[in-house]
């Protein structure tokens, strides 16, 4: 497996709080069977100790030349998770080695999680005609997408894909966050399960609990969320394929409606 998303690099923002625990978080994931893990620190908010771009490419090599010593089956890649702000556009231009995955076109943007920035639409048209592509970290614990899921829906149509994080299925973030993750799911709205691991204990590494978990959907499925596509993203080959997206809004049942007007 490939894990897409992780704070594992030690104090860098409110992962990994030391080497030891990052060692540990490799030393799990390596256990789970995921065999390459994407180091993708918060940039561009309040939980990011990183006020230099270049410090990215710096606290990584450092990392993975102290990690080598423990000779761990597993490959760790640069990538970062970027915060929108208005100028990101101009940033991933002057710094898309650092902020996209692996150096490739695809990078992770992440929304405050109470809203959503008008104009999003018009930034993932601009980014994409730039070269880029958006994927858009953990939706489902956001309000505006929990309340109208029509909404990553009509930013998935444009090009930008979503990556789920798989705590969210375990109930971590609460029920409502849960529920969402399997709307999302049944939508057919989601590219990429990833751990967004930041601790050993609350939001801690691992992937293969999924296949247990997420029983209801094929096996093939899974392996689509957590190996296919993550490798394409690596290798910045095409996402494959995932069928048909359903409009939330499409076949809305009254308890859903309910639901959402609740938010
Ligand atoms: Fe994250």
């Known amino acids: 497996m490939i894990d897409l998303h992780s704070h594992i690099i030690p104090e860098v923002d409110d992962?990994?709080?030391?080497?030891?625990?990052?060692?540990?978080?490799?030393?799990?994931s390596e256990q789970d069977g995921i065999r390459t893990i994407v180091a993708t620190p918060h940039v561009f908010c309040d939980r990011s100790?990183?006020?230099?771009?270049?410090?990215?490419?710096?606290?990584f090599k450092k990392f993975k030349e102290k990690v080598k010593e423990?000779?761990?089956?597993?490959?760790i890649l640069q990538g970062a998770e970027n915060y929108f702000v208005s100028d990101l556009r101009e940033r991933l231009n002057s710094f898309s080695n650092i902020l996209t995955i692996n150096k490739s076109d695809y990078f992770l943007i992440e929304f405050p999680f109470e809203f959503i920035f008008p104009g999003i639409k018009e930034f993932i048209f601009n980014i994409m005609t730039d070269g880029f592509i958006p994927i858009i970290c953990h939706p489902e614990r956001n309000r505006?997408?929990?309340?109208?899921?029509?909404?990553?829906?009509?930013?998935?149509?444009?090009?930008?894909?979503s990556q789920v994080n798989a705590g969210s299925f375990k109930g971590i973030y609460g029920a409502e966050v849960r529920l969402v993750a399997?709307?999302?799911?049944?939508?057919?709205?989601?590219?990429?399960?990833?751990?967004?691991c930041h601790n050993l204990e609350?939001?801690?590494?691992?992937?293969?609990?999924?296949?247990?978990?997420?029983r209801v959907?094929?096996?093939?499925?899974?392996?689509?969320?957590?190996?296919?596509?993550?490798?394409?993203?690596?290798?910045?080959k095409p996402i494959p394929d995932i069928g048909t997206?359903?409009?939330?809004?499409?076949?809305?049942?009254?308890?859903?409606?309910?639901?959402r007007k609740l938010k």
Do not use: C, T, W
């Open 217 to 236: 959907i094929q096996k093939e499925k899974i392996d689509m969320l957590v190996r296919i596509i993550p490798d394409s993203i690596i290798s910045n």
């Open 49 to 59: 100790e990183i006020k230099d771009l270049e410090k990215i490419p710096e606290e």
């Open 182 to 196: 399997y709307d999302l799911l049944k939508f057919n709205l989601v590219h990429i399960i990833a751990s967004d």
């Open 70 to 75: 423990f000779e761990l089956n597993i490959e």
């Open 245 to 259: 997206m359903k409009d939330p809004n499409a076949k809305i049942s009254f308890f859903d409606l309910f639901r």
């Open 15 to 28: 992962g990994a709080s030391d080497f030891e625990e990052a060692v540990n978080m490799l030393k799990i």
């Open 144 to 161: 505006e997408f929990q309340r109208n899921p029509a909404l990553l829906y009509e930013f998935l149509k444009i090009g930008a894909f």
């Open 202 to 214: 609350d939001k801690e590494p691992g992937l293969s609990f999924l296949y247990e978990k997420l």
